[in-house]
């Protein structure tokens, strides 16, 4: 059956992959975005369609419209341009949740919203399950990321509880893939340009901490199965995927996959940057049935033919 589905944050890089997804399965997708990080080249092909909807919009102030479902995804996820204006990251995050959540309330939609792996900070436990409470420095360079995120998974669960909007909460795991913006300056994305540039690979700290790479597909695949689950299901539900690289592996994978005459050079760590990361995904593997499907291998490959593809952009 058709429905009709708000993305906000639809045109940045995981949105615009779940709108393409949505409107693919015959849904109404309305794309929500003020285009802080996004671009409208990541959803252009999509606006020949007409069920395929594009809205100018600042999640911060109120919005409203009937919907069957509102993923919630604006907000930026990159360390540089969510510090950039660590205030607006946090009223995106915590106002962009409060009015998300009046209208799932008043509309009766079912609403989920891109929680994030930051919530467990620098992990004392190791691998993360969802039921650690975090390790995190609340008045950190990061914490209006996942401080802001972390209050909008307890707005979501107190309007489950006193509301009983019908929530879900993902935690997403580190996710690359087409479609990151060129100078997003994430790792995955800063690694393969500066390799198809044959430039200095820029390493923060020694390369020793980790991260557990997502290609997109699998995370999008996670995100519908998590919407498609009984109202009794909220979460939180890590989706990632649980094979752990150092940042220097990553490195030397990229070199190799795209044979370039790169050099490693190392810079200082940002403070409050996580030793490590992975996910425990027992939990979406019992109530999803998904785990990821498309290796750190694989998903590079296809990540830098589309790098390739935007050469004029970066
Ligand atoms: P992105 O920066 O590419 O996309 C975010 C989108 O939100 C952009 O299109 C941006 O313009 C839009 N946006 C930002 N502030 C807004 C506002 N106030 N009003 C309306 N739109 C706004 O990042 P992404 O990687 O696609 O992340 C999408 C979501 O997933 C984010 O909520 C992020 O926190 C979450 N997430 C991503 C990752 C990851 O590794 N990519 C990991 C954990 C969580
Ligand atoms: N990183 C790096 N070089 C870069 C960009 C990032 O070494 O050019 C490191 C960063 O310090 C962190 C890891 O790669 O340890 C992942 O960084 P990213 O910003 O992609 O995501 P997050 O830290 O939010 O997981």
């Not at 087409?178 to 790792?187: E, L, Q, S, Y």
């Not at 030397?252 to 190392?266: A, G, M, P, Q």
Request: aromatic letters at 10%; glycine letters at 8%.
């Amino acid at each position: 059956m058709k429905k009709k589905i708000l993305v906000t944050g639809g045109a940045g890089f995981i949105g615009s992959h779940l709108c393409k997804r949505l409107i693919n399965e015959g849904n109404e997708v309305i794309c929500l975005d003020n285009y802080f990080t996004g671009s409208k080249r990541n959803i252009v092909e999509l606006t020949k369609n007409p069920y395929f909807e594009l809205i100018r919009h600042d999640v911060t102030m109120p919005f409203f419209i009937e919907v069957d479902e509102i993923y919630n995804l604006a907000c930026p996820a990159s360390p540089i341009h969510y510090q950039y204006n660590a205030i607006k990251t946090i009223k995106t995050s915590v106002m962009g949740a409060i009015n998300m959540l009046g209208l799932a309330k008043r509309i009766k939609a079912k609403i989920l919203q891109a929680s994030t792996s930051e919530v467990y900070g620098d992990p004392l436990i190791h691998p993360q399950t969802e039921d650690y409470w975090g390790h995190v420095n609340p008045i950190g360079i990061r914490a209006c990321y996942d401080e802001g995120k972390r209050c909008a998974e307890s707005l979501f669960i107190n309007y489950y509880r006193q509301n009983n909007v019908r929530i879900k909460l993902m935690r997403i795991f580190n996710t690359y893939g087409p479609n990151m913006h060129p100078h997003d300056g994430r790792v995955v994305s800063n690694f393969i340009i500066q390799a198809l540039k044959n430039e200095d690979i820029t390493i923060y700290g020694d390369g020793s901490q980790t991260r557990s790479f997502q290609y997109v597909d699998d995370l999008v695949e996670g995100a519908i199965r998590l919407m498609g689950t009984g109202d009794d299901f909220v979460g939180p539900v890590n989706i990632g995927n649980p094979h752990e690289f150092t940042i220097k592996e990553l490195a030397l994978k990229i070199i190799e996959l795209t044979n370039s005459k790169s050099k490693l050079v190392y810079k200082s760590l940002p403070s409050d940057d996580p030793m490590q990361r992975q996910p425990d995904i027992s939990l979406a593997k019992k109530q999803l049935n998904w785990e990821p499907k498309i290796q750190l291998e694989e998903g590079l490959l296809k990540t830098i033919e589309y790098f390739k593809s935007i050469k004029k952009y970066w």
